[in-house]
């Protein structure tokens, strides 16, 4: 069992579309942390959010946490092909970091 | 300023066979963690150690050991291979967890046959 479901799966959209990453869980996170990974690589870090109801924006993307510190989501504005790639989210529990099971991007050009 | 460096990049075993999976990190981090990653399944926790000398089990640790005598290195033994280990092994450090984020090592393609 998930603790953290993430959705969708998979999403194939044309350059230039918008789209939006759902993270949720019924367990409060201290933290939650969106990483990127593409293909034969370690997952790298986007951003990390603490606070319920903190928004965080990275150029084109942007994160939002939850009031009650239990969901998130990843919003892209403009998709480009170079966003494609591997989408996971993680949740702080304790000391331990616990990873959805990804959302996988195609962006066509 | 290498970061999290794991080696071999590739391994193929046999069933029953052991061997270690190495995890060298020079950034001072405190926070330890091994997962594996399957199709599907997004990255499993394995084992995570909190600092030197202190170690504890994640989500998946049954047939995998972990020790951690120095804060740079924290090695993964798989003691006897088996078929369903057949993954990809990614180790990851942190300053110390929570909201200071993760970095990845570059993985461990293992396959055991």
């Known amino acids: 069992t998930q603790l953290l479901e993430q959705s969708p799966q998979f999403l194939s959209i044309q350059e230039g579309e918008n789209l939006t990453v759902y993270c949720n869980s019924s367990?409060?996170?201290?933290?939650l942390q969106w990483y990127r990974q593409e293909p034969g690589e370690g997952p790298v870090l986007l951003v990390t959010?603490?606070?319920?109801?903190e928004v965080k924006k990275l150029k084109r993307l942007t994160f939002q946490f939850g009031d009650a510190r239990k969901d998130s989501s990843l919003h892209i504005t403009a998709a480009q092909p170079g966003d494609t790639g591997l989408y996971l989210c993680?949740?702080?529990?304790?000391?331990?970091?616990?990873f959805g099971a990804g959302t996988i991007l195609r962006v066509k050009s | 300023n290498a970061g999290v460096t794991q080696t071999p990049k590739f391994q193929v075993l046999k069933t029953g066979q052991s061997m270690t999976l190495q995890c060298a990190q020079d950034?001072?981090?405190?926070?330890m963690s091994w997962y594996r990653q399957d199709p599907g399944m997004g990255l499993r926790l394995i084992h995570y150690?909190?600092?030197?000398?202190?170690?504890d089990q994640g989500e998946v640790p049954n047939g995998y050991n972990v020790s951690r005598s120095t804060t740079e290195d924290f090695p993964l033994r798989l003691l006897s291979a088996a078929p369903s280990q057949t993954s990809v092994y990614f180790c990851?450090?942190?300053?110390?967890?929570?909201?200071?984020?993760?970095?990845f090592g570059s993985g461990t393609r293992l396959t055991v046959v």
């Open positions: 993680a949740g702080a529990h304790g000391n331990k970091l616990v």
């Open positions: 150690s909190v600092g030197a000398g202190i170690t």
């Open positions: 367990s409060v996170f201290s933290s």
């Open positions: 959010v603490v606070t319920g109801g």
């Open positions: 950034m001072n981090h405190e926070y």
């Open positions: 990851a450090s942190s300053y110390a967890g929570g909201a200071y984020g993760y970095t």
